[in-house]
């Protein structure tokens, strides 16, 4: 029962086709569609050694270490920092909201220390830190290693708009102001 009903359904089918297509005609030519070529295979835009290339110039610092292991104030802004905020930040008038004493860590202590302080401080919405990383009176003939140090960091973390040296009374050249990007 069921297959003539499908045998009588196709047969209308074909025949409303072929009254639709009545005066369909079949052109005939020779021309044919272009044969595409396949497109080429994937390949990686940089060689192993063009990759090692880039990050190792990526890891360059083009920072002047010997501003910071010469004792002097250190000074750093991102492009979008101002000329009066920068002025602002200098005559310490924004309030410091958090701090962080690095006195005696090690360079690997500080710098997790360092980076668990920002993260904190940015989780508060804090805009300026102060940071003492110290002189380096005690490093002897090897200058001031963590100051330097955190010169390097703060200038790599996105999250640090810019800093200054302290005023004298805040730690003047061992201690820096940080203004901090909002989340």
């Known amino acids: 029962m069921t297959d003539k009903n499908d045998t009588n359904n196709h047969n209308q089918e074909v025949k409303l086709f072929r009254e639709l297509m009545g005066d369909v005609r079949l052109i005939e030519t020779d021309v044919r569609a272009p044969n595409y070529k396949?497109?080429?295979?994937?390949?990686?835009?940089?060689?192993?050694?063009?990759?090692?290339?880039v990050l190792k110039e990526s890891l360059k610092t083009d920072i002047d270490e010997t501003e910071a292991s010469s004792g002097g104030?250190?000074?750093?802004?991102?492009?979008?920092?101002?000329?009066?905020?920068?002025?602002?930040?200098?005559?310490?008038?924004?309030?410091?909201?958090?701090?962080?004493?690095?006195?005696?860590?090690?360079?690997s202590e500080?710098?997790?220390n360092l980076r668990v302080f920002i993260t904190d401080c940015l989780e508060r919405?804090?805009?300026?830190?102060?940071?003492i990383h110290g002189k380096g009176?005690?490093?002897?003939?090897?200058?001031?290693?963590?100051?330097?140090?955190v010169n390097v960091w703060l200038r790599?973390?996105?999250?640090?708009?810019a800093f200054v040296s302290a005023k004298q009374v805040d730690g003047g050249?061992?201690?820096?102001?940080?203004?901090?990007?909002?989340?």
Do not use: N
């Not at 790599?156 to 708009?161: A, K, P, S």
């Open 38 to 53: 396949k497109k080429p295979k994937a390949r990686a835009r940089f060689t192993r050694e063009e990759e090692k290339s």
């Open 73 to 107: 104030a250190m000074q750093f802004q991102r492009a979008m920092i101002g000329i009066r905020t920068m002025r602002k930040l200098k005559k310490g008038a924004f309030t410091i909201q958090g701090e962080i004493d690095l006195h005696g860590m090690t360079v």
């Open 110 to 112: 500080a710098k997790t």
């Open 125 to 131: 919405g804090y805009t300026c830190v102060r940071i």
């Open 137 to 149: 009176l005690g490093s002897g003939k090897r200058g001031p290693i963590l100051k330097t140090k």
């Open 156 to 161: 790599r973390w996105d999250q640090v708009l």
């Open 173 to 183: 050249t061992g201690a820096l102001y940080v203004l901090l990007k909002k989340l």
